[in-house]
């Protein structure tokens, strides 16, 4: 998922003002850096204005034979959209138990509890709102059974129990455990039948409702992901459970789905996979059958409004894919724009990661009003943000491009998003930034982007330890991309890209751990990476080199007037090999150091016909992981404690602003 970035004009400009400012006042000159900032896309980026022709049929398929995950799961289920809000389901739903251990329970995900009142552990800890989106105040939904039984027909009702494994609120209703009648043993399946009710929210958080809007993610009872030995390095085998957090996303096991769903007859519907069969009209409603394999998740959105194009692809590691768009009315001239974008990423990311191997992809395009369904990603079907009138800037794009992305990382390699969200959201922007800059020419503007990490923290704590939504955005998506950015300045882009190949290879479909990437990257490099993941992913490691001091004596030697000049330079943060140093003299010579970073400090001394005027670490801003640019600089002669209160009282300002505005 994208966090908005409704407020990124403010964060940068008042970033750039106060950044541009402090180097002016004591360095005398400004730096350009290239800014990803929205750019107006020129209007011959739109597609014509449409003819009034009706738009040509959905195209329907049929599953292939191959097999690319261990398919744990089986969905079959019945959906139908009732007038209103609500939605009446069937479930038959298959699990194959994937360890030796036998199991007397099974657990649901009943994720639409998260906003059944203000008191479940989702809106306590988002405060009701979400990436700038705030909770309608009737807006409420939830999720019930009406119906849980065994082939045999044995009623389950009375062996259900909410349970709240993460916070003990027993108010949070978003899991619950089922006990079994007898065990499943190690390879055995069990098959269970449903029926459930859902009351669809009004959209704020990924799902709900709005006008004649329907935004079907995590709709349905969802069972817990159960993970062997071996897995994410458990050595004793288990489910992984936890509610619905108001940081937290999501993880499940692989499986088929086959998926029923009826609305009224005006509506169109985008779901996950493809549909087998053509809709048909019935007693006033439209009747779709989708199917999906090798997928951990199933989504569907529904509009009458929806304008459909579909177009097919190919690239060499993409055999063929129908790329199939919804778009809102307000955006249907730009179909051209999504289509480059959607073509752009597929290209790039499976020639980077491998092959696309599923048939399709849909890109849902929400109306305004329905904003915060935007920007998710769910398998073989993402949505854009929220469409308006007014033309928008390269966004469309990124959120396009950001949102494939996903279709690897949390798709195919599947990480567990509620303990190791880095692994998913820190990838993806990592991919993003790649792309964009390849195909549009944004470049970040990453000393800004570090600047916004003022408060750092492991990114291998679950997501729902984060303070706030700010330092959890901050750190997944920012913090996770420098990390990887890190080890590329390191190793070098070729070899990044090596390693980045090598982990999705090998851990398509098997949901690894940061440890296991951890082994990709020594085992591509041939050295050890211990020390850089201890410092930077499993704690909250930045770097911080600062110019602690300068003197300058004056000698005389072979009868000429010399100056004795020390400079040193101090480590305030992490390590970081290859520091470089700029030394100015005050007749306009100046000396490049490299420090390799591991003492707490190094002191340069130079004997020159000039005195040293100003020294500075990382003058080009190269060091990624730096987040504390202030003291990076020294002049000579500057009263210590002037530099001191100036240097604070900005850097103090700058947190107090990038602190005070959520993602």
């Given at each position: 998922m994208i966090p908005r970035r409704a407020k990124s004009w403010l964060i940068i400009s008042l970033a750039l003002c106060l950044f541009a400012g402090g180097v002016w006042i004591t360095l005398g000159y400004n730096r350009s850096i290239s800014s990803e900032l929205p750019v107006l896309t020129p209007e011959s980026?739109?597609?014509?204005?449409?003819?009034?022709?009706?738009?040509?049929?959905?195209?329907?398929?049929?599953?292939?034979?191959?097999?690319?995950?261990?398919?744990?799961?089986?969905?079959?289920?019945?959906?139908?959209?009732?007038?209103?809000?609500?939605?009446?389901?069937?479930?038959?739903?298959?699990?194959?138990?994937?360890?030796?251990?036998?199991?007397?329970?099974?657990?649901?995900?009943?994720?639409?509890?998260?906003?059944?009142?203000?008191?479940?552990?989702?809106?306590?800890?988002?405060?009701?709102?979400?990436?700038?989106?705030?909770?309608?105040?009737?807006?409420?939904?939830?999720?019930?059974?009406?119906?849980?039984?065994?082939?045999?027909?044995?009623?389950?009702?009375?062996?259900?129990?909410?349970?709240?494994?993460?916070?003990?609120n027993i108010k949070d209703k978003t899991l619950i455990k089922v006990r079994l009648p007898k065990p499943v043993k190690g390879g055995e399946s069990i098959t269970i039948r449903t029926s459930f009710e859902v009351s669809l929210p009004k959209i704020f958080a990924r799902m709900g409702k709005t006008d004649?809007?329907?935004?079907?993610?995590?709709?349905?009872?969802?069972?817990?992901?159960?993970?062997?030995?071996?897995?994410?390095?458990?050595?004793?085998?288990?489910?992984?459970?936890?509610?619905?957090?108001?940081?937290?996303?999501?993880?499940?096991?692989?499986?088929?789905?086959?998926?029923?769903?009826?609305?009224p007859e005006t509506y169109k519907v985008a779901a996950t996979g493809f549909?087998?069969?053509?809709?048909?009209?019935?007693?006033?409603?439209?009747?779709?059958?989708?199917?999906?394999?090798?997928?951990?998740?199933?989504?569907?959105?529904?509009?009458?409004?929806?304008?459909?194009?579909?177009?097919?692809?190919?690239?060499?590691?993409?055999p063929g894919v129908r790329i199939k768009l919804y778009l809102d009315p307000a955006h249907q001239d730009l179909k051209e724009r999504y289509l480059f974008a959607a073509k752009a990423a597929l290209t790039n990311y499976s020639k980077w990661f491998g092959p696309y191997p599923y048939?399709?992809?849909?890109?849902?395009?929400?109306?305004?009003?329905?904003?915060?369904?935007?920007?998710?990603?769910?398998?073989?079907?993402?949505?854009?943000?929220?469409a308006d009138d007014t033309t928008p800037g390269y966004d469309l794009e990124r959120t396009v491009v950001h949102e494939i992305g996903h279709q690897y990382f949390y798709g195919m390699v599947a990480s567990n998003e509620f303990e190791e969200a880095w692994l998913d959201e820190g990838f993806t922007s990592y991919a993003e930034d790649k792309l964009m800059e390849q195909e549009y020419g944004l470049i970040p503007n990453l000393p800004v982007q570090s600047g916004l990490i003022t408060s750092p923290a492991p990114l291998t704590q679950p997501s729902w330890k984060f303070d706030s939504q700010n330092q959890y955005a901050s750190n997944v998506y920012t913090r996770g991309k420098l990390v990887l950015l890190g080890i590329?300045?390191?190793?070098?882009?070729?070899?990044?890209?090596?390693?980045?190949?090598?982990?999705?290879?090998?851990?398509?479909?098997?949901?690894?751990?940061?440890?296991?990437?951890?082994?990709?990257?020594?085992?591509?490099t041939r050295t050890s990476w211990a020390d850089y993941f201890d410092q930077y992913v499993y704690r909250n490691g930045m770097a911080d080199f600062a110019v602690e001091k300068i003197n300058v004596s004056s000698i005389e030697k072979d009868g000429k007037k010399m100056y004795e000049s020390?400079?040193?330079?101090?480590?305030?943060?992490?390590?970081?090999?290859?520091?470089?140093?700029?030394?100015?003299?005050?007749?306009?010579?100046?000396?490049?150091?490299?420090?390799?970073?591991?003492?707490?400090?190094?002191?340069?001394?130079?004997?020159?016909?000039?005195?040293?005027?100003?020294?500075?670490?990382d003058p080009l801003y190269d060091i990624v992981l730096e987040n504390r640019h202030m003291n990076n600089f020294l002049r000579t002669g500057l009263d210590e404690q002037v530099k001191s209160r100036w240097n604070m009282s900005a850097t103090k300002l700058i947190e107090a602003i990038f602190g005070g505005l959520s993602w």
């Amino acid at each position: 998922m994208i966090p908005r970035r409704a407020k990124s004009w403010l964060i940068i400009s008042l970033a750039l003002c106060l950044f541009a400012g402090g180097v002016w006042i004591t360095l005398g000159y400004n730096r350009s850096i290239s800014s990803e900032l929205p750019v107006l896309t020129p209007e011959s980026g739109k597609s014509p204005a449409k003819n009034g022709a009706p738009a040509p049929p959905e195209s329907v398929q049929s599953p292939t034979a191959e097999v690319y995950s261990k398919r744990v799961v089986e969905y079959h289920m019945d959906v139908k959209l009732n007038e209103g809000n609500k939605l009446q389901g069937t479930q038959t739903i298959t699990w194959t138990h994937p360890g030796k251990k036998t199991v007397n329970e099974l657990y649901f995900h009943m994720y639409p509890n998260a906003f059944s009142s203000a008191d479940t552990t989702f809106m306590k800890e988002s405060g009701g709102k979400l990436r700038g989106d705030v909770m309608p105040t009737d807006g409420y939904g939830s999720m019930k059974f009406t119906d849980m039984q065994t082939e045999d027909g044995l009623s389950l009702l009375h062996r259900m129990q909410y349970v709240q494994p993460d916070d003990g609120n027993i108010k949070d209703k978003t899991l619950i455990k089922v006990r079994l009648p007898k065990p499943v043993k190690g390879g055995e399946s069990i098959t269970i039948r449903t029926s459930f009710e859902v009351s669809l929210p009004k959209i704020f958080a990924r799902m709900g409702k709005t006008d004649d809007f329907v935004m079907a993610g995590q709709w349905f009872p969802k069972l817990s992901a159960y993970e062997p030995v071996g897995r994410r390095g458990r050595t004793i085998e288990g489910w992984n459970l936890h509610q619905y957090h108001g940081n937290s996303e999501f993880y499940a096991d692989f499986g088929i789905y086959s998926v029923r769903i009826r609305v009224p007859e005006t509506y169109k519907v985008a779901a996950t996979g493809f549909p087998t069969q053509q809709a048909t009209l019935k007693n006033g409603e439209k009747v779709y059958q989708f199917y999906a394999d090798d997928v951990h998740d199933f989504a569907w959105a529904a509009s009458p409004d929806f304008v459909y194009a579909e177009e097919p692809f190919s690239a060499p590691n993409v055999p063929g894919v129908r790329i199939k768009l919804y778009l809102d009315p307000a955006h249907q001239d730009l179909k051209e724009r999504y289509l480059f974008a959607a073509k752009a990423a597929l290209t790039n990311y499976s020639k980077w990661f491998g092959p696309y191997p599923y048939a399709t992809l849909s890109i849902v395009v929400p109306p305004k009003a329905a904003n915060g369904a935007g920007g998710m990603e769910y398998p073989t079907l993402i949505t854009a943000f929220g469409a308006d009138d007014t033309t928008p800037g390269y966004d469309l794009e990124r959120t396009v491009v950001h949102e494939i992305g996903h279709q690897y990382f949390y798709g195919m390699v599947a990480s567990n998003e509620f303990e190791e969200a880095w692994l998913d959201e820190g990838f993806t922007s990592y991919a993003e930034d790649k792309l964009m800059e390849q195909e549009y020419g944004l470049i970040p503007n990453l000393p800004v982007q570090s600047g916004l990490i003022t408060s750092p923290a492991p990114l291998t704590q679950p997501s729902w330890k984060f303070d706030s939504q700010n330092q959890y955005a901050s750190n997944v998506y920012t913090r996770g991309k420098l990390v990887l950015l890190g080890i590329e300045q390191q190793v070098g882009a070729k070899t990044m890209e090596r390693i980045l190949a090598t982990y999705v290879k090998k851990y398509r479909f098997k949901h690894p751990a940061t440890g296991d990437f951890q082994k990709v990257v020594e085992q591509v490099t041939r050295t050890s990476w211990a020390d850089y993941f201890d410092q930077y992913v499993y704690r909250n490691g930045m770097a911080d080199f600062a110019v602690e001091k300068i003197n300058v004596s004056s000698i005389e030697k072979d009868g000429k007037k010399m100056y004795e000049s020390s400079v040193t330079i101090v480590k305030k943060g992490s390590d970081f090999p290859k520091v470089p140093v700029r030394i100015a003299f005050e007749d306009g010579h100046t000396v490049t150091k490299h420090w390799d970073g591991h003492e707490d400090r190094v002191t340069y001394k130079l004997t020159y016909t000039s005195p040293v005027t100003w020294a500075m670490t990382d003058p080009l801003y190269d060091i990624v992981l730096e987040n504390r640019h202030m003291n990076n600089f020294l002049r000579t002669g500057l009263d210590e404690q002037v530099k001191s209160r100036w240097n604070m009282s900005a850097t103090k300002l700058i947190e107090a602003i990038f602190g005070g505005l959520s993602w």
